[in-house]
């Protein structure tokens, strides 16, 4: 039989699920971190005489992030190509053309090993690359039906390494690469444990490069994970897995993972202030690259809901940011309409995001989270107010939204720890398109 999912605390028949798993790439966080590459790769197996694949993007190039990297490399004896073809929020043919790529130079074998030196969009190119290349095939054979055909891989191949040079997305450590199929205009994933990376170095001298409003609108990302995964359903409200296998990547929050966002939300808000308003402050980089990280053991394993669920048709139908969607949906969804189903727990978040609560009930202090998170996004200075200022839309447009979110995000929809019908995401979108005046 295949399992049912339930997100109610009611008690079932069935078994509630017993068992929590936590599955992480080798780790190597600081100032120098990168410099320590030819350790990294001689600890995951890598001989100094192997070739390997950097992907990236020319921005990275023209900044010497690239260049320091393939210095070091080499240094060690390492041989390394550049691939600096990835694309913002690449498309199935932009990680194709990073695969052909890796098949012309090296032959269906491919690299020995493989770096990812980016935001988002360079670590999932290479994520996918590196599967694809392992298991044969193209990109869609691996995509999810009915865009792609679903085939399950099965090799995680040469080893990968992944470099962040922003803080938010989360991808360094997360099982997924995410592609857009412009003729859909959707997103679709390649979600495997055979897609994480073996090992996440993140050094924030790597992200000093990174301009103020895209420092803001990553770290709010990295927000979002935390605050979604520290609020969102427990994983025993879920059925259990008959099969291992058959256990969902988005498992529900347990001890661990809201000891990782609770981290990350004081980590965050308290260091993004100094990171929009001075870019080298190397120390404040390295608090948010942490923060970024921990927001994602969190946010990535326990699960994201709802903000998550309404950011990705925002996303494909106005092309917008996914960390500036978060911003902008947040304060509706997450720390609006969700805050009902455990005030205490939102009042917890209020006081990691700094507010004073004392003397509030529980319920004004939970209320207090989402003045506090638009407190915090006013005064970055750099994001919109809301999803009418970030993207035009207006009342005319919410029904549109509101339906295809409830049809295409069934799977984030599901483990939001409020129950939500379409009528209430319609809702939920019209209070988030303006934030503040
Ligand atoms: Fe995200």
Same mark, same amino acid.
Not at 176 to 202: C, Q, Y
């Given at each position: 039989?295949?399992?049912?999912?339930?997100?109610?605390?009611?008690?079932?028949?069935?078994?509630?699920?017993?068992?929590?798993?936590?599955?992480?790439?080798?780790?190597?966080?600081?100032?120098?971190?990168?410099?320590?590459?030819?350790?990294?790769?001689?600890?995951?197996?890598?001989?100094?005489?192997?070739?390997?694949?950097?992907?990236?993007?020319?921005?990275?190039?023209?900044?010497?992030?690239?260049?320091?990297?393939?210095?070091?490399?080499?240094?060690?004896?390492?041989?390394?190509?550049?691939?600096?073809?990835?694309?913002?929020?690449?498309?199935?043919?932009?990680?194709?053309?990073?695969?052909?790529?890796?098949?012309?130079?090296?032959?269906?074998?491919?690299?020995?090993?493989?770096?990812?030196?980016?935001?988002?969009?360079?670590?999932?190119?290479?994520?996918?690359?590196?599967?694809?290349?392992?298991?044969?095939?193209?990109?869609?054979?691996?995509?999810?039906?009915?865009?792609?055909?679903?085939?399950?891989?099965?090799?995680?191949?040469?080893?990968?390494?992944?470099?962040?040079?922003?803080?938010?997305?989360?991808?360094?450590?997360?099982?997924?690469?995410?592609?857009?199929?412009?003729?859909?205009?959707?997103?679709?994933?390649?979600?495997?444990?055979?897609?994480?990376?073996?090992?996440?170095?993140?050094?924030?001298?790597?992200?000093?490069?990174?301009?103020?409003?895209?420092?803001?609108?990553?770290?709010?990302?990295?927000?979002?994970?935390?605050?979604?995964?520290?609020?969102?359903?427990?994983?025993?409200?879920?059925?259990?897995?008959?099969?291992?296998?058959?256990?969902?990547?988005?498992?529900?929050?347990?001890?661990?993972? &809201?000891?990782?966002? =609770?981290?990350?939300?004081? %980590? /965050?808000?308290? +260091?993004? #202030?100094? $990171?929009?308003?001075?870019?080298?402050?190397?120390?404040?980089?390295?608090?948010?690259?942490?923060?970024?990280?921990?927001?994602?053991?969190?946010?990535?394993?326990?699960?994201?809901?709802?903000?998550?669920?309404?950011?990705?048709?925002?996303?494909?139908?106005?092309?917008?940011?996914?960390?500036?969607?978060?911003?902008?949906?947040?304060?509706?969804?997450?720390?609006?309409?969700?805050?009902?189903?455990?005030?205490?727990?939102?009042?917890?978040?209020?006081?990691?995001?700094?507010?004073?609560?004392?003397?509030?009930?529980?319920?004004?202090?939970?209320?207090?989270?989402?003045?506090?998170?638009?407190?915090?996004?006013?005064?970055?200075?750099?994001?919109?107010?809301?999803?009418?200022?970030?993207?035009?839309?207006?009342?005319?447009?919410?029904?549109?939204?509101? &339906?295809?979110?409830? =049809?295409?995000?069934?799977? %984030? /929809?599901?483990? +939001?720890? #409020?129950? $939500?019908?379409?009528?209430?995401?319609?809702?939920?979108?019209?209070?988030?398109?303006?934030?503040?005046?």
């Amino acid at each position: 039989m295949s399992y049912n999912r339930s997100v109610s605390a009611d008690p079932h028949e069935l078994s509630p699920e017993t068992v929590w798993e936590v599955q992480m790439p080798a780790i190597r966080v600081g100032a120098g971190a990168a410099d320590e590459l030819g350790y990294q790769l001689d600890q995951i197996g890598t001989t100094g005489d192997q070739r390997g694949l950097i992907v990236t993007d020319e921005n990275l190039v023209s900044v010497g992030h690239v260049g320091r990297i393939v210095d070091e490399l080499e240094s060690d004896g390492f041989d390394v190509d550049v691939f600096d073809g990835v694309e913002r929020e690449p498309s199935i043919s932009a990680v194709e053309a990073c695969i052909n790529f890796v098949r012309e130079e090296m032959g269906e074998g491919g690299y020995d090993f493989y770096l990812g030196l980016g935001g988002g969009s360079c670590m999932d190119t290479a994520k996918a690359t590196r599967a694809v290349v392992a298991n044969g095939g193209d990109v869609l054979d691996y995509v999810a039906a009915p865009t792609g055909a679903g085939e399950k891989l099965t090799d995680s191949g040469a080893p990968l390494i992944l470099l962040p040079t922003t803080a938010g997305t989360g991808s360094e450590i997360s099982p997924v690469a995410i592609l857009s199929v412009p003729e859909k205009n959707i997103k679709e994933g390649i979600s495997s444990p055979h897609v994480r990376a073996d090992a996440a170095v993140l050094d924030p001298t790597l992200t000093t490069t990174l301009p103020p409003d895209l420092t803001a609108k990553t770290a709010m990302d990295a927000l979002g994970h935390a605050i979604e995964g520290y609020t969102t359903h427990r994983y025993d409200n879920l059925l259990r897995a008959e099969d291992p296998a058959d256990r969902p990547v988005y498992a529900g929050r347990t001890g661990f993972t &809201e000891m990782f966002s =609770e981290k990350a939300i004081g %980590l /965050l808000s308290s +260091n993004v #202030r100094r $990171v929009v308003n001075n870019g080298d402050d190397i120390e404040a980089r390295g608090a948010m690259l942490k923060g970024a990280l921990f927001g994602a053991i969190a946010g990535l394993t326990a699960g994201a809901s709802l903000a998550h669920a309404m950011a990705y048709p925002v996303g494909n139908n106005y092309h917008t940011n996914h960390g500036e969607t978060i911003a902008a949906l947040t304060p509706a969804s997450t720390l609006g309409y969700n805050v009902a189903s455990d005030p205490p727990r939102f009042a917890e978040v209020a006081e990691m995001l700094g507010a004073d609560t004392s003397g509030m009930s529980t319920h004004e202090a939970a209320n207090k989270a989402r003045e506090e998170f638009v407190n915090l996004q006013r005064d970055l200075n750099v994001l919109p107010s809301g999803l009418n200022e970030l993207a035009g839309i207006t009342t005319d447009d919410v029904g549109e939204l509101a &339906e295809s979110t409830v =049809e295409s995000q069934q799977r %984030l /929809l599901r483990c +939001n720890p #409020r129950p $939500v019908t379409k009528d209430d995401v319609e809702e939920v979108f019209r209070d988030a398109l303006h934030n503040w005046k």
